[in-house]
């Protein structure tokens, strides 16, 4: 089933791609260039965690709309495919898997649809808008909206500006006071802008270009929010350009050490997104943890890397349990032979998660529902989700006093101590 959804998915972008690019039976010269882009897209997505191909380097400009409304109907098409193997799913495959895959689109198309949310309008209507669905909803749409208006803010600028990061995004986004729980998804958003156009123009290879990034960020975010610019680092470089994590590690050293755990984070939770990683199963699960553990050079760098995956696993599976207690499931096996290094930072990046949801988004409905037992409720969960959440909740005084940002790094704080048995 999880074969013929991975199959599906890149047949699908051969017939949409050719098909929404306008190609006719005498467009051979177009045809050869699009099935070289789709082979691209083969070979990168096969290559274990990998780098996402960035399709628009290698698309004239009259295919970009095409692409776009290609992309598009493909996930949407997926995302229904697998709500429908979901349904009629067969015996002896797990439900789980599919839910996953699901989640993941849902989440995509939901960005996506932000973006194109009143596209026109005001951000404050456009913020408005996003409210009227539910809170999980809104989340993605708010997102999607905070990473179109930077991206046009940035189209706006002089070439010299956008080369030089010498940004003046705060006039152009946020420019006006905003509801509190639409700050962090348009942040991330945000941050999620800034980054990409930094790798996109490989500015993140040197310290002059990093160096500018830092400032920028700092003069766009909201007080206490700056550090959530700082961890779309991390996703940025992860998604595009994995081969430079360590070199982005050291530029980050010499000139912003206490942003390394956040660059970390990032990558960790851009590893969820990670083409390699994208078919569900404990496999999956297992090359993620191999990844945080091998690729940074230091416990800070491993903590966080483990913490931010455990982060988007919760974040988009925030409604389907079963996923993360899948996943806490294979940790708390592993701790038997390897320590708890790993449960704790996975269950601090759980625990971070329901703050956000409390407090960031100030949806406790979506709070409760998240530490409510499973139908089944096992030890693991009420150990690792409901008790350690639990206690985040009370005596996280100092995390909320440091701004929505701390969310978004290791904190170190023991929340599975106690939960956990540790």
């Known amino acids: 089933m999880i074969d013929l959804l991975s199959s ?22 177009r045809l050869g260039a699009l099935t070289e882009i789709v082979n691209r897209y083969r070979r990168t997505s096969k290559a274990g965690t990998g780098s996402w191909p960035r399709l628009e380097l290698y698309l004239p400009d ?53 973006g194109e949310l009143l596209a026109e309008e005001g951000l404050d209507r456009r913020i408005a808008r996003a409210f009227v669905h539910t809170g999980y909803e809104a989340l993605w749409l708010l997102e999607g909206i905070g ?30 006071p905003l509801p509190i729980p ?20 490989a500015a993140h290879r040197s310290k002059r270009g990093l160096s500018l990034y830092l400032e920028a960020c700092a003069r766009l975010a909201w007080k206490g929010y700056e550090p959530i610019l700082g961890e779309a680092l991390g996703f ?18 010499d000139l912003r050490p206490s942003w390394r755990g956040l660059f970390w984070h990032g990558a960790g939770r851009g590893l969820y997104f990670s083409p390699g990683l994208l078919a569900p199963g404990l496999e999956k699960f297992k090359a993620a943890l191999e990844a945080s553990a091998t690729e940074p050079i230091d416990e800070i760098g491993r903590r966080n890397a483990l913490t931010g995956f455990a982060w988007a696993v919760s974040m ?3 409604l389907t349990p ?20 790993e449960l704790a930072s996975a269950v601090d990046g759980i625990t971070s998660v329901s703050l956000l949801w409390h407090d960031g988004l100030g949806v406790d409905a979506a709070y409760e529902a998240f530490c409510r037992p499973l139908h089944r409720p096992t030890e693991v969960w009420r150990k690792y ?38």
């Open 8 to 29: 599906g998915l890149r047949a699908g972008l051969s017939l949409t791609l050719g098909t929404l690019s306008g190609l006719g039976p005498g467009d051979g010269n």
């Open 62 to 114: 009259s295919f970009q709309a095409g692409l776009k409304a290609a992309e598009l109907s493909l996930v949407g098409s997926a995302h229904e495919l697998a709500h429908s193997a979901r349904v009629f799913l067969p015996a002896g495959v797990s439900r789980w898997q599919l839910r996953e895959i699901e989640n993941k689109l849902r989440a995509y198309l939901l960005f996506r649809k932000g």
């Open 147 to 176: 990473y179109d208006r930077a991206q046009k803010a940035l189209a706006n600028l002089s070439p010299r500006s956008r080369e030089l990061w010498k940004t003046r995004l705060p006039e152009a986004f946020l420019d006006r």
């Open 182 to 201: 639409a700050l962090l998804p348009l942040h991330t958003g945000c941050g999620l802008s800034l980054a990409r156009s930094l790798v996109a123009a």
């Open 236 to 253: 940025a470089v992860r998604l595009l350009c994995p081969r430079d994590l360590a070199a982005v590690d050291g530029l980050l050293q």
């Open 316 to 318: 988009v599976s925030f």
């Open 322 to 341: 079963e996923v993360l207690a899948t996943f806490l499931g294979l940790l708390v096996r592993r701790s038997a032979t390897r320590g708890n290094g």
């Open 385 to 422: 989700v409901v008790q350690s959440c639990a206690r985040a909740l009370l005596e996280g005084a100092e995390l909320r006093k440091a701004g929505p940002g701390s969310l978004f790094s290791y904190s170190g704080r023991g929340w599975a101590d106690e939960g956990g048995g540790q």
